[in-house]
């Protein structure tokens, strides 16, 4: 796929945009459900890049539905049986979309995004240098960066508005937001989504890191998975054969364009630097290659 096949910003004139995320656009179909396109779009320090990863979108898509039919005997999630022709009847809108849109469930989000981590890196790797712990939980001394943790753990975080940063919290913090039965159940299946979906992904060659999930009610508080699942934009992905402690491993996943951005002279404020287009070719591989490890298509 080439620039031209991407789709940076859906348009659907015959539909009302509710919101511009900083990858999906999300549109109003009836009281009931929303249209969710997820774009070629990538984010990078919380800055939309002026470049999008052709084909991006409909990975995203793809392996979150791979997901979402996975985890569906945990917790039901957010899609529809409305069909898409319903929702987007215009052929050519649907041939322009391609796999990226879903049609889901209206449901009210929770304002908490639960992060799960098994591995140690990123800024809880930041952390663990100065404190001994990640967000307040103690770790065993002496663990390298990037080794895997004792057992995974929970380090939720407060949502931030696009352009601003996400807060990590303490859980007690999710408690005064959530209650306590319900910031309980959803650190228990946060965990058992990654528990059981990292030992599936590490049969298929890929380690997940870190990765996180967001949650919504529906009008009788019934809790359903949403958003997006163990994608290589929530997620870090490792490839197996490749992990070693003491290093950064490679990735499937967007570090591999943080890592190049840490090697301009930008301050991390918008306007985001053009990708060059070796970077997004190679990109947009490793999107597809963690799809086919994990999916097998």
Same mark, same amino acid.
């Given at each position: 796929? &080439?620039?031209?096949?991407?789709?940076?910003?859906?348009?659907?004139?015959?539909? +009302?945009?509710?919101?511009?995320?900083?990858?999906?656009?999300?549109?109003?179909?009836?009281?009931?459900?929303?249209?969710?396109? $997820?774009?070629?779009? %990538?984010?990078?320090?919380?800055?939309?890049?002026?470049?999008?990863?052709?084909?991006?979108?409909?990975?995203?898509?793809?392996?979150? +539905?791979? !997901?979402?039919?996975? $985890?569906?005997?945990?917790?039901?999630?957010?899609?529809?049986?409305?069909?898409?022709?319903?929702?987007?009847?215009?052929?050519?809108?649907?041939?322009?979309? #391609?796999?990226?849109?879903?049609? =889901?469930?209206?449901?009210?989000?929770?304002?908490?995004?639960?992060? =799960?981590?098994?591995?140690?890196?990123?800024?809880? !790797?930041?952390?663990?240098? @100065?404190?001994?712990?990640?967000?307040?939980?103690?770790?065993?001394?002496?663990?390298?960066?990037?080794? @895997?943790?004792?057992?995974?753990?929970? $380090?939720?975080?407060?949502?931030? /508005?696009?352009?601003?940063?996400?807060? +990590?919290?303490?859980?007690?913090?999710?408690?005064?937001?959530?209650?306590?039965?319900?910031?309980? @159940? =959803?650190?228990?299946?946060?965990?058992?989504?990654?528990?059981?979906?990292?030992?599936?992904?590490? /049969?298929?060659?890929?380690?997940?890191?870190? &990765?996180?999930? /967001?949650? #919504?009610?529906?009008?009788?508080?019934?809790?359903?998975?949403?958003?997006? =699942?163990? &994608?290589?934009?929530?997620?870090?992905? !490792?490839?197996?054969?490749?992990?070693?402690?003491?290093?950064?491993?490679?990735?499937?996943?967007?570090?591999?364009?943080?890592?190049?951005?840490?090697?301009?002279? !930008?301050?991390? &404020?918008?306007?985001?630097? /053009? %990708?060059?287009?070796?970077?997004?070719?190679?990109?947009?591989?490793?999107?597809?290659?963690?799809? @086919?490890?994990? $999916? #097998?298509?």
């Amino acid at each position: 796929m &080439t620039q031209s096949d991407a789709l940076f910003e859906s348009n659907l004139p015959n539909l +009302n945009l509710l919101n511009r995320g900083k990858v999906r656009d999300i549109y109003d179909l009836d009281p009931e459900h929303l249209l969710i396109v $997820t774009s070629d779009r %990538l984010s990078a320090f919380d800055v939309v890049l002026p470049k999008p990863i052709p084909g991006k979108g409909e990975v995203l898509t793809r392996v979150s +539905n791979f !997901w979402f039919g996975r $985890t569906r005997i945990i917790i039901p999630n957010h899609l529809s049986a409305l069909p898409l022709e319903q929702a987007v009847p215009d052929p050519r809108q649907r041939a322009r979309l #391609g796999d990226r849109a879903l049609v =889901v469930r209206r449901l009210k989000p929770l304002p908490v995004e639960a992060i =799960v981590r098994g591995y140690l890196i990123g800024s809880g !790797w930041k952390d663990y240098q @100065r404190s001994g712990g990640v967000c307040g939980i103690p770790l065993p001394a002496g663990l390298q960066l990037a080794d @895997r943790l004792p057992e995974a753990i929970y $380090t939720p975080s407060t949502k931030a /508005e696009i352009g601003a940063h996400d807060e +990590n919290v303490a859980f007690d913090q999710t408690v005064d937001l959530l209650g306590q039965e319900l910031a309980e @159940r =959803v650190r228990e299946i946060s965990l058992r989504i990654y528990t059981e979906s990292a030992a599936y992904a590490l /049969e298929k060659g890929i380690i997940i890191a870190d &990765t996180k999930f /967001e949650f #919504g009610l529906d009008p009788a508080g019934e809790l359903y998975l949403i958003d997006e =699942v163990l &994608t290589p934009d929530s997620s870090r992905f !490792w490839p197996a054969d490749q992990y070693r402690p003491g290093i950064s491993p490679p990735s499937f996943d967007k570090q591999f364009v943080r890592d190049y951005l840490e090697t301009l002279a !930008w301050d991390k &404020t918008p306007p985001g630097p /053009e %990708l060059p287009e070796q970077v997004i070719r190679k990109t947009a591989e490793k999107y597809r290659e963690a799809e @086919r490890r994990l $999916t #097998g298509l």
